[in-house]
T-cell receptor, first 115, second 112 residues
């Protein structure tokens, strides 16, 4: 059982390039999330999808777009990468996000560097 | 402003001792508080959840307390082992459930 799978694991981009980070979960979860993690800071929510067909902004959505392709897959797109977007990106899923007692299951992250 | 604080300094303890990590929050009234473990190069892994009406929760060598008056949660690992060395994150829900706010984490080192 793979859980949450993120691709790629590492990526280096030049400023202005675009890129899509992929995420898939095999736990039949309804809700999915994208976070970024920077040194000394907590995970910050970029976008989330409460259920298939819906997406909403989190705390730091600027410069990103998302697509909930189906129940399993939730992608994050950087249209024009900037050095400030250098970070580790985590995808997570939960059975149902409408109640705060649902643990989140995380992938192992994509380490993204923008030069 | 709303804030979660975890001790940014690493905690170093000897094997066999009890590790105690602190999570303080301000301007929140969470109904749930969660603890996660994160190893280097890996994503966080869920450990325990405690509800606002629960004072204490245990799972094997782990114990979590939740004091809504002090706005604080304590996370204890008893009989600590070198394999417990990791970063521990606390997280709490903001009204609506979708916004789970994470602390920056505390790094724990357990020496043999």
């Amino acid at each position: 059982n793979a859980g949450v799978t993120q691709t790629p694991k590492f990526q280096v981009l030049k400023t202005g390039q675009s890129m899509t980070l992929q995420c898939a979960q095999d736990m039949n979860h309804n809700s999915m999330y994208w976070y970024r993690q920077d040194p000394g800071m907590g995970l910050r929510l970029i976008y989330y999808s409460a259920s298939e067909g819906t997406t909403d902004k989190g705390e730091v959505p600027n410069g990103y777009n998302v697509s909930r392709l189906n129940k399993r897959e939730f992608s994050l797109r950087l249209e024009s990468a900037a050095p400030s977007q250098t970070s580790v990106y985590f995808c997570a899923s939960s059975r149902q996000g409408t109640v705060g007692d649902q643990p989140q299951h995380f992938g192992d992250g994509t380490r993204l560097s923008i030069l | 402003s709303q804030k979660i604080e975890q001790n940014s300094e690493a905690l170093n303890i000897q094997e066999g001792k009890t590790a105690t990590l602190t999570c303080n929050y301000t301007n929140y009234s969470p109904a749930y508080l969660q603890w996660y473990r994160q190893d280097p190069g890996r994503g966080p892994v869920f450990l325990l959840l405690i509800r606002e009406n629960e004072k204490e929760k245990r799972k094997e060598r782990l114990k979590v307390t939740f004091d809504t008056t002090l706005k604080q949660s304590l996370f204890h690992i008893t009989a600590s082992q070198p394999a417990d060395s990791a970063t521990y994150l606390c997280a709490l829900d903001v009204t609506g459930g979708f916004k789970t706010i994470f602390g920056a984490g505390t790094r724990l080192f357990v020496k043999a």
